[in-house]
């Protein structure tokens, strides 16, 4: 990661899709990293407490709250696709449908690594739909377009060892002060998120 930052400075955009170990690590090698890269987005987070690994928080910063606190800490403005905007833009049985008939390699290997999480949602939330929590935040990254609403805010990780440890701590109304180091993604252009898995596959 370091390598690639002083390589192409800032020609790469950078997105974390699981625990931020490894860009916590980086920075502490390279403070300077963030201004090697044009921009980092973050799959994480539940920013109103709807976790989905503990009681608040999402796997991702419940796996290292350590790190994500560096991250945001260290890293000047990152943009976060969090689990909760992920649940908003699930995709629905018949964009499924769709999804799953395309007629491709890509096509095939996606029905056959998805068929275990669809089978889990549906035996969990009772329901004929899918949840893309990655493919959304690397979208965001590759057409910023796909965003209709975000809000600049701050925003820190609990390191408490209880149950709000990993909670992702989001200061709405501007109560301690703190710059914005957070783009939180609100809502995305789902036709276009579809249209762009279904280009993905074809």
């Known amino acids: 990661m370091i390598d690639f930052g002083n390589q192409h400075t800032g020609q790469l955009s950078l997105v974390a899709i699981g625990p931020l170990t490894n860009i916590a690590a980086a920075l502490i090698l390279d403070p300077s990293l963030p201004s090697k890269y044009k921009n980092l987005t973050i799959m994480g987070g539940a920013v109103s407490g709807r976790g989905n690994t503990n009681i ?9 709250p350590e790190a994500a606190a560096i991250v945001f800490q260290r890293w000047p403005m990152t943009r976060l696709l969090d689990w909760e905007a992920t649940l908003a833009a699930g995709i629905t049985e018949q964009e499924l449908e769709s999804l ?47 965003v209709k609403r975000s ?21 709405w ?6 710059e914005p180091n957070v783009e939180i993604i609100m809502d995305v252009d789902q036709t276009r998120f579809i249209s762009m898995l279904l280009d993905g596959l074809r």
């Not at 109304?173 to 703190?178: A, C």
């Open 56 to 64: 608040n928080a999402e796997f991702n910063m419940y796996f290292d």
């Open 100 to 146: 799953l008939h395309v007629d491709t390699k890509k096509g095939a290997f996606f029905r056959k690594t998805n068929q275990n999480s669809l089978k889990f949602i549906k035996k969990m939330l009772k329901v004929d739909m899918m949840f893309a929590p990655d493919g959304l935040a690397m979208a965001s990254a590759l057409d910023p377009q796909i």
């Open 151 to 171: 809000e600049n805010l701050y925003m820190t990780v609990s390191l408490d060892q209880t149950i709000t440890r990993g909670q992702t701590i989001v200061d």
């Open 173 to 178: 109304f501007d109560r301690s002060g703190k």
